[in-house]
């Protein structure tokens, strides 16, 4: 068995494992796999090891790789952060963009799906820890971006993600989960159109472990497969 395939088997039956001590299991949790910076080759591997949705960072890496059929066989999400003149290149190709953060970007993306005639899925991104150097909203400002996103054709909110602060503090990280597990639930038991709160993205190689415990039902994984990632 090749790397790939034995890291992604160990990681599923962890994530099994992980899910049941929360009244759940494996099935209950979509692991992604951030495949950015492995070529079209190694995600294969991955797919043909089990792995079903595969998340990318990179419109441009997308790009290269999808016409090099990468994800046959497998979903395709969008995880980084969009830029709204890049947004013509993927909607209608990912099945989810996870990354939406502004009224701006959900009315480009709008615009888009409504010129191929379907409805683009995405989850909306919470700066959980209002860090300067990340993208997502606000929690002061979710309620009213997902309330004006309601209102906007050809796009339709699954639930929410974050990338928290950096921390290996077990306490620290399960503050900011728990605060996104609330906001999910609470934004949950508002009935706007268009808006289901059914995925809670959160978790990557680091700490996935801690946000299932704490109501995670999709973690992002890269390194945990693929191995570390090689920057030159
Ligand atoms: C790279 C990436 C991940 C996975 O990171 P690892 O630590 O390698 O598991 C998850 N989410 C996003 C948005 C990423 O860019």
Known sequence: ???????????KKEIDEIARLTG??????????????????RVREAVAAG??????????????????GAYEGSELHFIGT???????????????IQSVNSVKLAKEISKCAAK???????????????EESKSGANVESVYELIENISLIPNIRV?????????????????????????????IGTKKYDN???EFLSMG?????????LCGANMVRIGTGIFGARHYS
Not at 118 to 125: G, K, N, P
């Open 51 to 68: 792995i079903t949705v595969c998340g990318e960072n990179r419109v441009q890496e997308l790009l290269e790789k999808y016409e090099q």
């Open 116 to 130: 191929l005639g379907i409805v683009q899925d995405v989850l909306v991104e919470v700066n959980i820890g209002s």
């Open 1 to 11: 068995m090749s790397q790939i395939s034995g890291n992604v088997a160990a990681l």
């Open 24 to 41: 759940r299991s494996g099935d209950d949790i979509t692991l992604v796999a951030a495949t950015k910076m492995n070529d079209a080759e």
């Open 82 to 96: 969009l830029q709204t003149n890049k947004v013509k290149y993927i909607v209608g190709k990912v099945q989810l």
């Open 195 to 197: 808006i289901s709160m």
């Open 204 to 212: 990557m190689s680091g700490d996935y472990r801690n946000a299932i």
């Open 158 to 186: 699954r639930g929410i993600m974050t990338i928290p602060p950096i921390s290996d503090n077990f306490d620290e990280q399960k503050c900011f989960f728990t605060k996104m597990q609330q906001l999910f639930i609470d």
